[in-house]
Each structure stands twice: as structure tokens, then as C-alpha cells.
Nanobody, 121 residues
Framework: QVQLLESGGGLVQAGGSLRLSCAAS???????MGWHRQAPGNQRELVAV???????DYGDSVKGRFTVSRDNAKRTAYLQMNSLKPEDTAVYYC????????????????WGQGTQVTVSS
């Protein structure tokens, strides 16, 4: 069974940066990898998604500030988050699926355990 291991969350001041990592234990079903996030009282929303050939897409609220990348040899995706705002505070969940639309819709094959990102004002 493929598992996703997330790391890199934490506490940062507004305007700061963090980088999240998501490592898959195997290559099966991970053509697309990405992140969703969920803040208390809010629905889970797409942050970013990337395919194995480098196609990337972002949620509207993070475009221009976040960058998603991946190292296929390491089965790892990265989310570089710059110019962080207090409204970015949420639990970030890594996701993996055979296709980009599955990650975008929030119906991936696999979810990571989630990592907390807190941005103070």
C-alpha cells in the first residue's frame, strides 16, 4: 500500500516562507501529486497539483505566491510557500492520484497525514 509522508509545516510570521515536502513510498498511482488545505470551519480547498511531466495548477488564493515542484526519482513533491498570510493558516494535506483531475477534485487515491501551517500576523 502506498503511503505519503509529509513534512515541513510549522509557525511563521506573515510575509515569511515555508516549504512542505511529500514523499511517496512507491510509484504506483502517483502520476499526480498535490496539496489541499483545510482551516477550522472551512471546506478543504485545492492548493496546488503537479503531474509527473511537470504540468502544475494552483488554487486562486495562492497563485503567484506558492510554487509546486517534484523530484520523480525521489517520488517526492515540494510546495514552496512565500509571502505567507494569516489566512494561509490551515492543515495542509498531501494527495496523490493517477490523474490531475482526481487531485483537483479532492478525490485522490491517497492522502497524507496532514501538517499544520500557522501564519502569525
Amino acid at each position: 500500500q502506498v503511503q505519503l509522508l509529509e513534512s515541513g509545516g510549522g509557525l511563521v510570521q506573515a510575509g515569511g516562507s515555508l516549504r512542505l515536502s511529500c514523499a511517496a513510498s512507491a510509484s504506483i498511482f502517483i502520476n499526480a501529486m498535490g496539496w489541499h488545505r483545510q482551516a477550522p470551519g472551512n471546506q478543504r480547498e485545492l492548493v496546488a497539483v503537479i503531474s509527473s511531466d511537470g504540468y502544475a495548477d494552483y488554487g486562486d488564493s495562492v497563485k503567484g505566491r506558492f510554487t509546486v515542484s517534484r523530484d520523480n526519482a525521489k517520488r517526492t513533491a515540494y510546495l514552496q510557500m512565500n509571502s505567507l498570510k494569516p489566512e494561509d493558516t490551515a492543515v495542509y494535506y498531501c494527495a496523490a492520484a493517477p490523474s490531475v483531475p482526481m487531485v483537483v477534485r479532492g478525490t485522490p487515491i491517497i492522502w497524507g497525514q496532514g501538517t499544520q501551517v500557522t501564519v502569525s500576523s
